[in-house]
């Protein structure tokens, strides 16, 4: 398991039913990895996982598992109420395939740090796999602070990276100076991810690569490259639809842009409901304006633009 580039928190596909579309993300898969993704994470945030059953969940990655052969990694993200459940989930993701795990803290109950270190620990544990810690105290209200993170780090030798998304780069700064170069660290907010690099992250959990893959490839190329200038003009165009992924309704604006673009549609699974009104006309507002100044990537970022 290699912990670096773009992986994907892919999106989970739905039909007209609201089932799991899995032949939509065969190809939505493909396409991804086709365009220079590194990995693939199912099941988390992004991926509705919440409203998704254990039977469904390890149909997913059991066909993401198939689909990719071995081109790229599959990463299970775990979230679950009980410890138990967790354990469950890590070993069926194990059974699967999957090369990797992103472990979330528990849903619902926040406990202090003895209780969230024991949760993390008995799941990293429970197999073999190559783990993710992900720390995101704004959606989840449970804070990795680097000095947890070090300690999960020294306790557990398969803990290999953490996504941070805390909002803050300077946690980046502050985990690699805890642990050096023990951990990968990724980003986990898409409206950071160049700053982040130039703290020191290596890899980058992405939101509307779902939607525009090619870009954000050529956005983490060049920022990791150096490539300055390249990197400052591509973010700037890209920034107003990187935004989207750091509000609530995340995966409606995702799956929103998706569907605008040829590449799925808004399906999401209540609670939650498709934009509507207002909302939906200010999305379309700003993807319509970032498609008529598409820039055209060949290699370099070039000052042609789509019209």
């Known amino acids: 398991m290699r912990w670096t580039g773009v992986m994907p928190a892919m999106t989970t596909c739905f039909d007209e039913d609201l089932q799991v579309d899995h032949g939509f993300m065969r190809q939505h898969a493909d396409m991804l990895v086709n365009s220079g993704c590194t990995g693939l994470v199912m099941l988390g945030s992004l991926g509705e996982g919440a409203t998704l059953d254990a039977q469904e969940k390890n149909s997913i990655l059991r066909n993401m598992v198939e689909t990719a052969g071995g081109r790229v990694p599959i990463v299970a993200a775990v979230s679950a109420l009980t410890t138990a459940e967790a354990i469950r989930l890590a070993q069926n993701a194990e059974e699967a395939g999957c090369a990797g795990l992103m472990v979330l803290p528990p849903y619902i109950y926040k406990g202090d740090w003895r209780e969230t270190k024991t949760y993390i620990g008995s799941v990293l544990r429970s197999t073999q796999l190559s783990a993710m810690l992900y720390n995101n105290p704004v959606a989840y209200g449970t804070d990795f602070l680097p000095e947890h993170i070090a300690?999960?780090?020294?306790?557990?030798?398969?803990?290999?990276?953490?996504?941070e998304s805390s909002t803050d780069v300077r946690r980046v700064s502050a985990i690699r100076a805890l642990t050096g170069d023990r951990l990968s660290i990724f980003v986990g907010v898409d409206d950071a991810i160049v700053e982040g690099i130039a703290a020191g992250a290596s890899g980058w959990i992405a939101g509307l690569v779902n939607a525009f893959p090619v870009e954000s490839v050529a956005l983490f190329d060049f920022a990791t490259q150096?490539?300055?200038?390249?990197?400052?003009?591509?973010?700037?165009?890209?920034?107003p639809l990187l935004r989207m992924d750091t509000v609530?309704?995340?995966v409606q604006l995702i799956k929103f842009v998706q569907q605008e673009?040829?590449?799925?549609?808004?399906?999401v699974r209540p609670p939650r409901l498709e934009l509507a009104g207002a909302e939906r006309e200010h999305a379309r507002a700003i993807l319509r304006d970032a498609l008529r100044t598409r820039p055209v990537l060949t290699g370099e970022l070039q000052t042609e633009r789509i019209s």
């Open 151 to 163: 300690e999960l780090a020294d306790e557990n030798e398969n803990l290999h990276a953490v996504k």
């Open 226 to 239: 150096g490539q300055r200038r390249e990197a400052f003009d591509l973010y700037r165009w890209f920034l």
């Open 248 to 250: 609530p309704k995340f």
């Open 261 to 267: 673009v040829g590449m799925g549609n808004m399906r």
